[in-house]
C-alpha cells in the first residue's frame, strides 16, 4: 500500500514514449531502483541480493520502507517488460542510464548509492561483466574521481568494520 508521502514523491507514469517512469530528484524511489538495477544487472535476482538488503541497512539509507522498495522492484520491471521488444531481458540504453542516474543530483546522495550499488553487486560473490558495466557507469556519469571513489567504498568497509566489532563484543 502506498503512502500518502509516496505519492507525493512519485511522478504519475503517464508517457508512454518514456521508457522508464521518472521520479522526483533525489527521491527515496528514484535511489531505490538504481538499487534494484544493480540488484537485476545480472539477470536474475539471487537470495544474497535480498539478504544484503536488510544486512546493509539499504532501506533506512535509502528513506524508503521495505514494501515501497519492492513495489519499486515491481514497477521496473513492468516499465521494462512495456519496452519496445521488451521480454524480461533488457539492455538499457546508455541514454536511460543517464536519466537513471541524473535523478539523483545530490554529492552525498550519490556517494551513498555508489557505496550501496558496491554492496549489490559484490553480494553473490560473483561480479558479472554487466554488474561491473553498471557500477562503472555510475563513476563516470556522476564524475567521480579515484579519491571520491575509495572514500565512497572506504566507508562501507569502516561500517562493516564497526559493525564487526560491535558482534564480536
Known sequence: MMTM????????????NQALRAYAANSPRAKARLVV?????D??????ELESLTRHGTFAELG?????????????????????NGSGDYLLSPVVLEQLFGEINSAPE???LLRQIFNMIRSDGHLADSEADLFWH????????????RAALRSQQLRSQRGSAGQAS
Open 5 to 16: 508521502q509516496a505519492r507525493e514523491m512519485c511522478v504519475p507514469y503517464t508517457n508512454p
Open 138 to 149: 555510475a563513476v563516470d556519469t556522476w564524475k567521480f574521481r579515484a579519491t571520491d571513489t
Open 43 to 48: 539477470g536474475r535476482l539471487d537470495d544474497a
Open 64 to 84: 524508503i520502507a521495505r514494501e515501497d522498495f519492492f513495489e519499486v522492484l515491481y514497477d521496473f520491471c513492468a516499465d521494462v517488460e512495456n519496452m519496445p
Open 37 to 41: 538495477l544493480a540488484m537485476l544487472a
Open 110 to 112: 550519490r556517494q551513498t
